[in-house]
């Protein structure tokens, strides 16, 4: 049989390289494995869609403390509850009827509630108008004050103690040399 590639050294060397046994093996291991591999890949695929793995179990510093806070406070609504269910088997609440008042008892319960708050509530308005009315000057007021001598000003105090700002207080009673104050004999 004649030799085709006679002639032609490269398609001779390319057929040659690629019919050889070892390119042979290659490529059918390649393909059957190759398959093999996708398939796996495509199991392992499906698996972990269908059963997701579990996480890990580290747990960070945060979800430690917040899994702790919800434990105790399970713990404290658990014994709350408890407490609550001992103290309603101790003390049962009681249906109470509901109380109505009799007319005399309305009666003393409206002039206590409302009618004498109201009479003192006037007493107290008459009395401010009295003492603090607008027809009045500002003497009779001062006049007719309780503390008249605590609510007037700074200035006007001193006015009626008889010192002046400059002068200390005690310097009303130093008096030594001084021929002008009347000595009463």
């Known amino acids: 049989m004649p030799n085709p590639y006679s002639g032609n050294e490269k398609a001779a060397a390319f057929v040659n390289y690629y019919a050889s046994p070892h390119m042979v093996s290659s490529s059918v291991n390649r393909l059957y494995y190759g398959g093999v ?4 890949r495509a199991e392992a695929r499906a698996m972990k869609e269908a059963y997701p793995p579990t996480p890990s179990a580290r747990r960070s510093p945060a979800q430690l403390e917040a899994y702790l806070h919800n434990c105790v406070q399970g713990e404290l609504l ?3 509850q408890h407490r609550a269910a001992l103290q309603q088997e101790l003390y049962p609440d009681t249906e109470e009827t509901p109380r109505y008042l009799s007319s ?3 009666t003393h319960h409206i002039h206590h ?3 004498e ?4 509530r006037r007493a107290r308005a008459e009395e401010l ?19 008249q001598y605590q609510r007037l000003p700074a200035s006007s105090a001193r006015a009626f103690a008889g010192s002046s700002p400059r002068t200390p207080s005690s310097a009303q009673y130093n008096n030594r040399g001084n021929t002008e104050v009347d000595t009463v004999a």
């Open 37 to 40: 591999e996708r398939k796996k």
């Open 78 to 80: 658990r014994r709350q």
């Open 104 to 106: 005399k008892e309305m």
């Open 113 to 115: 509630v409302y009618d």
């Open 117 to 120: 708050p109201l009479k003192v």
């Open 129 to 147: 108008r009295r003492i603090f009315g607008t027809n009045k000057d500002a003497e009779e007021v001062k006049k007719e004050t309780v503390y």
